[in-house]
């Protein structure tokens, strides 16, 4: 059905478009060294923060607002401190990270339409994806432009994270437009992360739209499962590894292994092309999905084995079990920078431990989500795991994350997924 061009010409400050905007969330911060001012309906931001948003990164942090705006959590204009134009920014007032910028041009207006062209163009991106699948990420936060704003698609249902105070003064037009946009049947809210906290929102899971059932069957690639829109991992699925598993999916073979297995997505996949394989989880709830799983897809070639991935595979290699396709795909060891050194001795254990079951010719796939683990220091601690495994490993891809999980060069915020296929020489 065609629409009316929804972009706005107007100028000036952005309109309320709804009333939750005009709801106050708190008083306005104070420096840790010297107290903000304090007016208007502008942020001010020092030069630090200025040649930050000029070098593209969205973040202004509280340190470097000079002047705080008095309005309540929302839309806020910003300038530099000589007073040059510098766009319009998401304001929570209670976070560390004060603003989020939206919108670089200072004469564009931030109402309805805006935010109506903004998720189309977002949601328009992935379309070459419907062909393959029915679950996929529509907004991916900074990577599209909409900063702390998620949005997941499960077949006919939306699951939405709004992660800061900024955009979730602008739920309403949000969930309104993503109906129009997308015809979906219901809107929920994941809004249970740890990030709300620090933004004075409460955790919680709400229907916003609709109806969303308990379970959401994802067709991917010609592979079926259950995504748990209400209380399963992420919004319900991880989604970023879905090229991924198709890529090690195609090339599986003989005896597999997939570790870390949870709902048994890899197991699947690698389950077409393998003789046999064991799907390795610590959860039995998890297990029981995956068994749930491979009946669905009409495969009987998956074993589900519950234990601890780190002993099994240990106690595999004493036996002197060899397995030609093997999956790494753990969660994030390191959730903050903190618990980074601890991180970086399990990953290699785990990668070491797959390295020494792998037969001769055998893949492997391993990958990490953590943040904090960056590109250099996963294949350095890969190349370390292959030094003490004594043996000869050929990289054969190297991966990252998906279209519809944009990692913006200038922002490395937005990327955390890495991931590399080995090859076992000898």
Request: overall charge positive; proline content about 5%; hydrophobic content about 40%.
């Amino acid at each position: 059905m065609n629409r009316p061009d929804r972009r706005s010409s107007n100028r000036g400050r952005p309109r309320v478009a709804n009333s939750r905007q005009a709801t106050a969330r708190g008083a306005a911060p104070r420096g840790a060294a010297s107290t903000p001012e304090v007016g208007g309906d502008v942020a001010v931001v020092s030069r630090r923060g200025a040649d930050r948003l000029r070098g593209g990164h969205p973040w202004v942090f509280r340190s470097d607002v000079e002047r705080v705006p008095a309005l309540p959590a929302g839309v806020v204009r910003v300038e530099a401190a000589n007073g040059m134009p510098l766009g319009w920014a998401l304001w929570s007032p209670k976070s560390e990270i004060s603003l989020r910028r939206l919108e670089v041009k200072a004469d564009v207006v931030i109402d309805d339409a805006w935010w109506y062209e903004s998720l189309r163009v977002a949601i328009a991106r992935r379309a070459p994806l419907a062909a393959q699948a029915n679950a996929y990420r529509l907004v991916h936060g900074e990577g599209d432009g909409l900063p702390s704003l998620v949005v997941d698609q499960y077949g006919e249902s939306l699951v939405v994270q709004l992660l800061s105070a900024g955009v979730d003064a602008w739920t309403d037009t949000i969930v309104r437009s993503l109906r129009e946009l997308t015809g979906c049947t219901g809107i929920l809210a994941r809004n249970d992360p740890a990030a709300r906290d620090r933004e004075g929102l409460p955790r919680e899971v709400k229907l916003l739209y609709g109806d969303v059932p308990r379970t959401v069957e994802v067709l991917e690639h010609g592979v079926r499962y259950l995504a748990a829109p209400w209380d399963g991992q992420k919004t319900g699925a991880f989604l970023d590894q879905r090229e991924n598993r198709v890529l090690i999916g195609s090339l599986a073979r003989g005896k597999a292994l997939d570790c870390f297995a949870y709902h048994g997505s890899f197991a699947l996949h690698l389950a077409k092309n393998a003789e046999h394989v064991r799907a390795l989880d610590v959860s039995a709830p998890a297990l029981a999905r995956v068994h749930e799983h491979a009946a669905r897809n009409g495969l009987r070639n998956i074993e589900p084995v519950e234990g601890d991935a780190f002993e099994l595979l240990r106690a595999w290699h004493r036996e002197g079990r060899l397995f030609d396709t093997i999956v790494v795909d753990p969660p994030a060891f390191a959730k903050t920078r903190g618990a980074l050194d601890g991180a970086l001795r399990g990953y290699k254990d785990i990668n070491l431990q797959a390295m020494k079951l792998l037969a001769p010719g055998g893949l492997l796939f391993t990958a990490s989500c953590s943040f904090h683990l960056s590109r250099g220091m996963f294949f350095e601690m890969l190349s370390e795991a292959v030094a003490d495994s004594g043996r000869r490993f050929a990289l054969r891809a190297i991966t990252g994350q998906p279209l519809d999980h944009p990692e913006l060069m200038n922002v490395p915020e937005t990327g955390y997924l890495k991931g590399a296929l080995l090859e076992a020489m000898g």
